[in-house]
């Protein structure tokens, strides 16, 4: 593609555009779904394609945060086992997507490929052959020379790789949006620029939500709004384990072809890109600033920790004093927090830029004089063993919590929301969904993560 044809904000534009508020709002619905991200907008799609009033409420733009700002892989391999089943009806959705919804979301089936340069990093990569032959999927273990054949021209001998050719991509600027579209013409209400404030209750069961904009009457209310959630179920006297970690993302302008499918290299997640550059990032560079919500659940993610400590990065700063500052509840009647930041929009690491900078130039040397042409970070929610959390509260029914997807949520995103959706009414979705439960937090469930973020 030529380079003058991609816009220089191609990918920012996503979040950066003025904010479009409702002219006004329905007075009721079947289902109220917080957040705009791919979680809530598929299950907001499945929802509406059988018939359900539902309405969407984004206190921002649809996808405006991590659901636009990630690596666009849409992968089985290397999973927790819990989500396998979710994983591979979501592949099936999104072969099929575009045509369902009339609109490109630029899926493709690439394959994905984690390279390994010694044995160790290769046996590691290997033992989730056993979870792959567990579910049928068509994962193998390739040798340096067939490696050499999906990473060209690259200055790097590999031992190996880990390799599944049915996995695949696509690209988030395009992806959520066009569901969203798609979810509205089934007859769906999407709300942006309209935050909800809180919940309402009768009898102690959710009745509604209170938005910025008025009250929406509803006995079912799900929360899929990613790094805020936390926030917003601590309001209710729900805890949930949840940390935030910033990782930073670039654009290259269209280059040379060095790279067939997802690749992870060393620290580096690199993937073509429909539009014939490169996204990449470093796994080296995941930042997390310390706040006072990092205290309250430290013990719970020290697993987790242990596990990423090669690429997590400390600090302290001002986040930690926003984070006190903000009060564990607030007037509904006033501005919230979810209206003060409407889109979290972090900068990216300078280093982390560099790191990418220097591992392009080095390891793929064809690609030294491709210019970066657009960098940004997003904020990745995470819980302590990695996987997300999805069921109905037991602290207040007829209220549901989607989250904590730890960066997993893009390629995942279709299949949990079709399972989302028949939780929501009570049908059969084929997904089992116990392992996803808030509580194996507190009951003593052993915290065991198995995959990285």
């Avoid at 929802?47 to 666009?72: F, M, P, T, Y």
């Avoid at 769906?188 to 009457?217: D, M, N, P, Q, Y």
């Avoid at 001002?318 to 930041?341: H, M, V, Y």
Wanted: hydrophobic residues 40%; proline residues 6%.
């Amino acid at each position: 593609m030529n380079q003058e044809a991609v816009p220089a904000d191609l990918v920012a534009k996503t979040w950066s555009r003025p904010f479009e508020p409702p002219r006004s709002i329905p007075a009721s619905a079947d289902v109220v779904i917080i957040g705009g991200g791919i979680i809530g907008v598929s299950t907001t799609w499945f929802l509406a394609r059988q018939g359900v009033d539902v309405v969407l409420c984004e206190k921002g733009h649809i996808a405006g945060e991590q659901s636009g700002r990630n690596w666009g892989w849409v992968r089985q391999q290397g999973r927790d086992v819990r989500e396998m089943p979710m994983i591979i009806e979501s592949l099936n959705i999104w072969r099929t997507l575009a045509a369902e919804i009339g609109e490109d979301v630029g899926y493709r089936q690439t394959g994905c490929l984690y390279a390994a340069r010694d044995d160790e990093q290769l046996e590691h990569y290997a033992a989730w052959m056993s979870t792959a032959k567990e579910f049928g999927v068509d994962t193998r273990v390739l040798s340096g020379e067939e490696v050499a054949q999906f990473a060209r021209g690259a200055t790097v001998t590999w031992k190996g790789a880990l390799f599944t050719a049915s996995d695949g991509c696509a690209e988030p600027h395009k992806a959520t949006p066009a569901i969203a579209r798609a979810a509205m013409r089934n007859g769906a209400t999407i709300l942006t620029a309209c935050a909800v404030r809180g919940l309402e209750k009768e009898f102690g069961h959710a009745s509604g939500v209170v938005t910025e904009h008025g009250t929406i009457k509803a006995p079912v209310v799900l929360c899929a709004a990613g790094a805020w959630t936390s926030m917003f179920c601590r309001s209710l006297g729900i805890s949930l384990p949840q940390l935030q970690v910033r990782g930073t993302v670039v654009r290259t302008a269209p280059g040379p072809d060095v790279v067939t499918g997802n690749m992870w290299e060393g620290q580096t997640g690199i993937r073509r890109r429909q539009d014939g550059g490169y996204t990449v990032s470093n796994g080296a560079y995941l930042d997390h600033s310390i706040t006072p919500s990092t205290f309250r659940h430290a013990f719970k993610f020290l697993p987790a920790l242990k596990q990423e400590y090669k690429g997590i990065r400390l600090s302290i700063g001002r986040d930690f004093i926003d984070d006190w500052r903000t009060p564990k509840q607030w007037n509904l009647d006033a501005e919230s927090p979810f209206e003060k930041t409407r889109v979290l929009n972090p900068e990216p690491n300078p280093r982390a830029v560099e790191a990418i900078r220097k591992c392009l130039d080095t390891v793929f040397p064809q690609l030294a004089d491709t210019k970066i042409v657009e960098a940004w970070a997003g904020i990745v929610e995470t819980t302590p063993d990695v996987v997300p959390v999805i069921e109905e509260s037991d602290k207040i029914p007829g209220f549901y919590i989607a989250t904590g997807f730890s960066g997993h949520g893009f390629g995942i995103g279709p299949g949990a929301g079709k399972a989302i959706a028949g939780m929501l009414t009570g049908t059969d979705s084929g997904i089992d969904l116990s392992g996803f439960r808030l509580r194996r937090f507190f009951d003593g469930t052993k915290i065991q993560p198995q995959a990285g973020l």
